[in-house]
Every structure is written in structure tokens, then in C-alpha cells.
């Protein structure tokens, strides 16, 4: 059974930096991981992915400012943001899927597990 649970949302003022942390059970081996996001009345949408093998695929709205990581002795999924924008105020979700490797498009069909989502605000 794989859980995850994130942790780490909260509110900042524009320009400053976060880092969203997902705990992550019941994940051993050929997976990819990623982190997805929803404003109020937008659809959800992916922010970046990891993969087993450590590769990684970003949506060109955060490349530059937002970094993908895992610690696969702690079995943790990070999301380090800096220079936030009010514009990345969003629902943020820990997404797995699981038995394959990261696919080129990242979007949530794709992903068969989910967390709860932590809240990150942004302001001006």
C-alpha cells in the first residue's frame, strides 16, 4: 500500500523560498515521483517529476527556480522553491506511480497515488 504525506506548505511574501517535503511508505523500486499543483478554478497541473535513476523533468514555469530532490534512505520526495512568485500560490501535491519509469509528459493521469496536499500562499 503506498501512502504519502507532504509537509512544509505556508505562507510567504514573493521572492522568498520554501521547501515541501513528501514522506513517502509502500514505494520500492521502478517508480517515478512528482509534485503537481491546483489554484482554485484551474485545472491541476505538474510542477516536476524524479525517477528512480534520479532523472528529472521540470514544467517550464519553475526551471530555474523550483528543484526536485529525494532521499531514498529517508524515503522522502522534496520540492525546494525559490524565488516564489504570487502566482505559485497553489494546492501542492505529492503524486507516485509505481513498476515504470518517468514518462517525457508530466501529467496526472499518469500517477495512480496521491497525498493530501499542502497549501502554499504567496504574497506581494
Known amino acids: 500500500q503506498v501512502q504519502l504525506v507532504e509537509s512544509g506548505g505556508g505562507s510567504v511574501q514573493s521572492g522568498r523560498s520554501l521547501r515541501l517535503s513528501c514522506a513517502a511508505s509502500?514505494?520500492?523500486?521502478?517508480?517515478?515521483m512528482g509534485w503537481f499543483r491546483q489554484a482554485p478554478g484551474k485545472a491541476r497541473e505538474g510542477v516536476a517529476q524524479?525517477?528512480?535513476?534520479?532523472?528529472?523533468n521540470y514544467a517550464d514555469f519553475v526551471k530555474g527556480r523550483f528543484t526536485i530532490s529525494q532521499d531514498k534512505a529517508k524515503n522522502t520526495l522534496y520540492l525546494q522553491m525559490d524565488s516564489l512568485k504570487t502566482e505559485d500560490t497553489a494546492m501542492y501535491y505529492c503524486?507516485?506511480?509505481?513498476?515504470?519509469?518517468?514518462?517525457?509528459?508530466?501529467?496526472?493521469?499518469?500517477?495512480?497515488?496521491w497525498g493530501q496536499g499542502t497549501q502554499v500562499t504567496v504574497s506581494s
Open positions: 509502500g514505494i520500492r523500486y521502478s517508480y517515478c
Open positions: 524524479i525517477g528512480w535513476d534520479d532523472s528529472t
Open positions: 503524486a507516485a506511480d509505481v513498476d515504470r519509469p518517468c514518462f517525457d509528459v508530466l501529467v496526472p493521469r499518469h500517477f495512480g497515488y
